[in-house]
C-alpha cells in the first residue's frame, strides 16, 4: 500500500510487489476502475490472479484513499489517463512487453487510451462491460436520459444508503447476489465519492465526442484484445459489447475474443470470481504466447 504524489493528486495504490518481491519479474496486471467506485472490488480478482501475476490497483481520483485536497485535478478521460500513465511509468511497467491492462465499466475508455499510449509494454487489454453503439436517434435520447439520471443520483445518492433504493441499487449493478461485504463496499464507494469527480465521469461517460473517440481508439489497439460481458447487465446494455467484438474482427489485424456470461451482470469479478479469474488468465496465456510467436507467425 503506497502514494504516488503528481500534480493532480496523492495517488493510493496497491502492487502485490511490494509484499512478494519475486512477483517484479512477473507479467503485470493493472486495473482500472469503474464509475464511483474505488480499487476495493478487485481484491477477490486479485487474490485468484497474484500468484502467477504482478497485480496492481489503484483508486482514481475522487474515490477511496486517494487524496485530491489541495490538488485541481481535471476530471476528464485525458486526465485520468495521466494519473494512471504516472503509476505505469513509476513502477517501471513501460520498460517492456510485460504489461496487461485490464479496464471495467468507464475504466475502458481510460485503459483504451493506456494501450494506445504504451502500445509497445502491451501484452494485451481486457476491456469488460463498456462496448460501442451505433449513433441513432434512439441511443441519443437513451444518452439524454441517462445524463439526467446522474444528476438525479449525485444530488440524491443518500438515498441509496436504506432500503428498499440501497437493494435496488446493488440488483442493477449485479445481477446474481454479491456477499454483504462488497455490497457494502459498493454502497459506500458511490456515496462517499467525490461529487464533482463522479459527476464529471458519469457525464463523459456518455459524451457523444468521448464515445466517439473510444470507439475510433478501441479498434486500434494492437495487442490482443478480451471483450468480457454479463449478459445480464442492467448497467450497461451488453449489445454493446457484442458490436465491439464484432467490429475488432472487423477492422483490427490483433486477435481478438469474446467472453459471454449469460446469467452475471455488471460486476463480474464479483458476481462470479473463480469462473473470470480463469477466463482472464486464459486471454494472458494467450496474449504472452502470441508475442512469443515469430513475426511471420503473427501475420499468419
Not at 451488453?238 to 472487423?250: D, I
Not at 459471454?260 to 504472452?288: D, Q, Y
Request: glycine residues 6%; contains cysteine; negative net charge.
Amino acid at each position: 500500500m503506497s502514494y504516488l504524489a503528481s500534480e493532480r493528486c496523492r495517488l493510493y495504490y496497491e502492487d502485490t510487489a511490494e509484499s512478494d518481491p519475486s512477483k517484479l519479474t512477473y507479467p503485470a496486471v493493472i486495473f482500472v476502475n469503474g464509475w464511483a467506485i474505488s480499487s476495493r472490488y478487485w481484491k477477490p480478482l486479485v487474490e485468484q490472479l497474484s500468484p502467477y501475476y504482478r497485480c496492481i490497483t489503484y483508486d482514481q481520483s475522487g474515490t477511496g484513499k486517494t487524496v485530491i485536497k489541495g490538488y485541481q485535478p481535471t476530471f476528464t478521460i485525458e486526465g485520468f489517463t495521466d494519473e494512471a500513465a504516472g503509476l505505469i511509468e513509476h513502477l517501471g511497467l513501460d520498460k517492456s512487453r510485460n504489461l496487461h491492462i485490464v479496464g471495467h465499466s468507464m475504466g475502458g475508455m481510460v485503459a483504451t487510451e493506456l494501450c494506445i499510449r504504451f502500445r509497445d509494454a502491451l501484452l494485451s487489454a481486457t476491456i469488460i462491460a463498456c462496448g460501442i453503439f451505433e449513433e441513432t436517434a434512439f441511443t441519443s435520447l437513451g444518452l439524454f436520459f441517462l445524463g439526467g439520471l446522474i444528476d438525479f443520483s449525485m444530488n440524491f445518492r443518500n438515498i441509496f444508503l436504506v432500503d428498499p433504493l440501497r437493494s435496488l441499487f446493488i440488483k442493477r449493478a449485479a445481477t446474481k447476489e454479491i456477499s454483504e461485504e462488497y455490497q457494502n463496499i459498493i454502497i459506500e464507494d458511490f456515496t462517499q465519492s467525490d461529487k464533482e469527480a463522479t459527476n464529471a465521469v458519469g457525464k463523459f461517460s456518455i459524451d457523444p465526442e468521448a464515445l466517439r473517440a473510444y470507439t475510433r481508439h478501441v479498434l486500434e489497439i494492437a495487442s490482443p484484445v478480451l471483450c468480457c460481458v454479463g449478459m445480464a447487465d442492467h448497467t450497461i446494455p451488453p449489445e454493446g459489447t457484442l458490436t465491439l467484438y464484432e467490429k475488432r474482427k472487423v477492422e483490427s489485424a490483433a486477435p481478438t475474443r469474446l467472453t459471454k456470461f449469460s446469467e452475471l451482470g455488471h460486476l463480474l469479478m464479483l458476481e462470479e470470481t473463480v469462473e473470470f479469474a480463469t477466463e482472464l488468465k486464459k486471454h494472458f496465456e494467450f496474449a504472452e504466447q502470441f508475442y512469443k510467436k515469430s513475426p511471420q507467425e503473427m501475420v499468419d
